[in-house]
């Protein structure tokens, strides 16, 4: 035992140790990937990934306009059963390669996921593509699936982070489509599995689709593997343009009145802009200063130095028609408006006082290294992969961002800040007690107080 | 004919280990393959060693860890990691608790330095136990009291199960027992845990082995020696007659029921406990599992079920006593004793029956894809080892899971299915107080 003091009572050292220095930089790693577009439309990307004899499967269609709760239906019977298989039969034929899918539905796509043993991939593709052809929608579980949707949507209404959120994209895009994302159960107990067959005739089309294939797999071959085993899904179909998002629209903050909650939900969505910006990487800059990660103002403030809330987070995020910054924190019920007050005190101070350099050098560290992080399994990659294409984007573009990342300038991340995370641009909601948090709420800005949707 | 098994890959992760002369036990898992590292350091207390009236103290430690040591202000630990391009955190478990970083490969030294300056102490001050007490208030809200099925059953079956205050107490821990913690708990926890001797560190990825060994002995080679401490026996007798027990969860739309059944030793009888891993995931992993096809799609009488091994969900990293448990979700009015049964009577039929053409190999072969699939990443494959050196000494364990998944026997997972018995389990209703 150290003789100096007590452990678990220090201080000071006695001889203080310097931080060793990081070694030499290494440079930016990003593998080769193969691609092939296939007569029907279908982009196929494979990247090779040896590191664990797995292959991850990402496959994307263009799903935009959608009708809701048929869309969210289908995502879930999609691997029900085709004219050969049973439900039970296809996942048993997956778990035997040790493979596995999911069909899951954002606003702007259709996405099927899954990852098996390597030398499974033909059959996995065999399977994948009998589904993307035949998926029949067996009235027996499409009446399951519908009640365990039903099911599910209840449960994330009893979800605070659900609400919050619910709230929050209806009050940033009022009438585009990415304001509703959930269905209501009643929409959802109408669906009859014919309208999921027609919905499945008109948009699970190959055309503008995403394949992407990671893993232990030789490129050339996963190529031809999936040419071969895709080759009779076909047809342009019926493909849907998403307007334009609205830009945000300051105004009063809205209240969510939910009784009884011990937190508040606090949102706010501030303005951004998509990968491919000039501005881009200045914000994502600025965005972690403020927010995007641990040693951020924010996060020092709320939670490091006032104890308000657990674990605070912005992040900017992309979506086909278009872009935006959400700042989230689930805060203490009685420090709700002290929290706002520190929240728009840190967006303004970053809008209107540039960043010290050691603060831009820690953040442009942090953004360089975790690319590399993120990309360094093969589930990561092929998720990267996957997301970079649905912004048209090529692993090429990431040395491309990472020279972005490096060379913007202090002042580069100031303008960014001042246009993009300015207060006076924020639309902010909160769900909580009312009764306890309207009034602190209502000495900051104007309120608008809805309950908790039922 | 039976069906063609898919032969079940391995990976080989060469793994280094040595002691240094106060007792810190490494592990270096070299993998050149991305300029990653994962650096984890794991000692050995949790959750079960906490004390009587100091309910969720390993957790808040976890974070008094995280707030400067000899040579770091508060914050400085983040912002050095971050600030080299990496990410970190801490978790707390029943028998250990973690604190890791994955990082560009550049900054080995400096996360090595980072660990080892808060091994030696960290900086416990009233100020910093005030305000990790209100942040892991603020953890148990968003967690467990502001959502529904908060707790549900990690923290709401160990009760039923269990009768001694280690393994049974609520490992978030009361806002009373929380409040009341003081320094002086704080640094006797950490003079008795927080010892060389009852720690390993480990470290994967992109590193030369023998500087990598250079920079190890640099930075944990002084700080100071302690050795472990005894660790007591938790071990309970088995339950001979079914408990059961229910509460209302006031935001909960739907209700839930959650079982648990005690299970061979993880460590001392591993050969015993593995078929209950299988077993698990032949009951419950997808479409084409047993109590998914029968209650889900045939019964229609739950909406979802799982079932997994330990708590907090990872089978090998657990020490005895631990559990298999199934929990399950009901539709609107569903009847919890129905599907009770009904799991009674699957588990007899799998017992009696034994298992079909090919159900065994396609289930051993997705839970292969499972393991690698974790051990990919750079850090899971350190935080892991960690564990298996801590437990049982032998950190290539990891290496060897999905072959030893893959001997388990028919006749095993039988023999396994046939001790979840009624009179054995323990379970916990969640009456739905929100439901509409």
Redesign the interface.
Known sequence: ??ARS????????AT??P????????RL?VPRQTERTLDSGLTVIVVR?P????VELRLWMPFGQAQLARGHLLAQTL?SGTETMS??????E???????LSAGLDPDRLMISG??????LDRMLEILGEVLTGASYPAK?VA?ER??LV??I??A?????HLARTALLKRIYGRHPYAVQTPNPEQVSAVRPAALRTLHAQRVHPAGAVLVLVGDVRPERALDAAEKALDGWNGAGHTADLPPAPPLEPGPLLLVDRP????SSMRLALPAVPRTHPDHAALQLANLIFGG???SRWV?NI?????????PHSVVQHSVAGSVLLAAA???TEVTAPALVETTYELGRLATVPPTSEEL??AR??????L??G??????LASFVSAYAGSGLRLDFLPEYAARLAKASAADVAEAAARYLAPSRAVTVVLGDAERISASLATLAPIDTVPVP? | MP?R???I?A?RYPVERFTLDNGLRVVLIP?R????IGVAVVYDVGIRSEPEGRSGFAHLFEHLMFQG???LE??AH???V???????NGSTHLDYTDYFE?????????A??LEA?RM?????TEENL??????????I??NV?????GGFPWLTLPPVLFDTFPNAHDGYGSFGDLESAT?AD??????HY?ASGNAVLAVSGDIDTAEAVTLIERHFGDV???PAPTRPDFAEPDLRAERRTSYTD?????PAVASAWRVPDPVDDFAAYLPYVVLAEVLT?????RLV?RL??RD?AV??VGGYLGFMGDPFDVRDPTALLLQS?L??GGDIDKVLRTVDEELDRLATDGLTD?EL???Q??M??HL??E????LGRALKMAVLEQQRGEPGLLGELPRLVGEVTDEQVRAAAATLRPERRASVEVIAG?A?
């Open positions: 035992m150290s007590e452990p678990g009572l220090l201080t000071a050292p203080p140790r931080l060793p220095p990081l070694g030499p930089t290494r790693k990934r590191a664990v004899p797995l691997l439900s039970v039969q296809i996942a048993a997956l778990q035997r390669i040790g493979g596995g990852a098996g043993l390597a030398t499974g579980w399951v009640d365990r099911d599910g209840q449960v209404r009893s979800q605070p982070a009884g909650s011990v937190q990660y641990f040693s020092e939670r490091e130095d006032k104890g308000y809330t657990y674990g689930e805060v203490a050098e820690q560290q942090y953004a360089l290294g975790t590399q992080l990309i360094s399994t093969q589930a990561g039922s | 069906t098994r898919a032969r890959p990976t993998d393959s991305a300029p990653v040591s000899e040579n508060k914050l983040f912002r050095h971050q600030g080299a391009g990496g990410t970190f994955t990082l560009p490969s550049n900054a080995l030294e400096r090595l330095f300056d030696r102490g960290p900086r416990l005030r305000n990790q007490v209100d942040v892991v208030k603020e953890e809200r968003v009291l502001n959502r529904p099925y320094v704080a640094a006797d926890f950490f003079r927080y100071p020696a302690r006031q935001l909960a739309p739907l992993d997808g479409d084409a599992s096809e889900v799609h229609r909406t979802s979700h539709p609107p090919g190999a396609r289930t072969a997705r292969a894809t690698l699939r051990t990919d990443a750079v929100g509409r």
